[in-house]
């Protein structure tokens, strides 16, 4: 019997691999007025700035749908963490790679909106930084990806899908969304409440946050849009 669950947790294992390698697929985006000059960005960043991008991969175009917005994914401006006249400076959760660092080039052909929280100063926003460049090497939540998918399209499926000890480890896996909603929630920021009161499904949990959360909530301000 043991031997049969292991090879069942690694056939789901395998599965769920296959699954995260097909969506990060790219898809082409007819009529899409890419960003020009990414690198350009650099000169407005902040570290603990957030980065919206609609994306151009199967996932996104997934998440965008149901979402109903045009942004499919969120990311944190942390600064530099290397030399080079391109570094990866920014952390974000990737279906298929997991919590990883970029580099502002990889945002080329992508709308971008950059928020930046107000009220904070630069020693919150330097552990806003720190906290998510930690979680690099994290693995991607896909069990967490396919219950918010569920919930927000009121489809009772999640958790007959998802044992509870999958979900169980979902405190030391992300999503894009619930990585940066952890991390304003560490240094007190208070964006949970304002985020509550937009959504439709009333879920109070920073793990149910979703890109389209962070361009509504009213603790962001723009300081640069490449989507008007």
């Not at 990311?75 to 919590?99: F, W």
């Not at 929280?117 to 069990?143: C, F, H, K, N």
Request: contains cysteine; glycine residues 8%.
């Amino acid at each position: 019997m043991g031997r049969v669950l292991s090879w069942l947790r690694r056939l789901r294992s395998r599965a769920i691999g296959a699954v995260a390698l097909y969506l990060a697929q790219p898809v082409k985006q007819p009529g899409a007025s890419p960003t020009a000059d990414p690198l350009s960005l650099s000169s407005v960043l902040l570290p603990g700035d957030v980065l919206l991008s609609d994306g151009n991969t199967r996932a996104a175009a997934i998440v965008r749908r149901i979402t109903r917005s045009p942004w499919s994914h969120v990311s944190m401006y942390v600064g530099p963490l290397e030399s080079g006249p391109d570094p990866r400076c920014i952390v974000e959760a990737d279906v298929a790679a997991g919590v990883r660092a970029v580099r502002l080039s990889e945002l080329k052909g992508l709308h971008v909106r950059v928020l930046r929280p107000t009220g904070l100063d630069d020693i919150e926003r330097r552990r806003l930084a720190d906290w998510v460049t930690s979680r690099i090497g994290g693995d991607y939540d896909m069990a967490h990806a396919w219950t918010l998918a569920t919930k927000l399209l009121r489809l009772p499926l999640g958790r007959r899908l998802w044992p509870a000890a999958s979900m169980a480890q979902s405190a030391t896996r992300f999503i894009c969304s619930s990585l940066l909603a952890q991390a304003f929630m560490l240094v007190g920021y208070p964006i949970m409440p304002v985020l509550i009161g937009v959504r439709e499904t009333g879920i109070g949990d920073h793990r149910f946050v979703t890109p389209h959360d962070f361009q509504s909530a009213s603790v962001f301000e723009v300081v640069k849009s490449t989507r008007t």
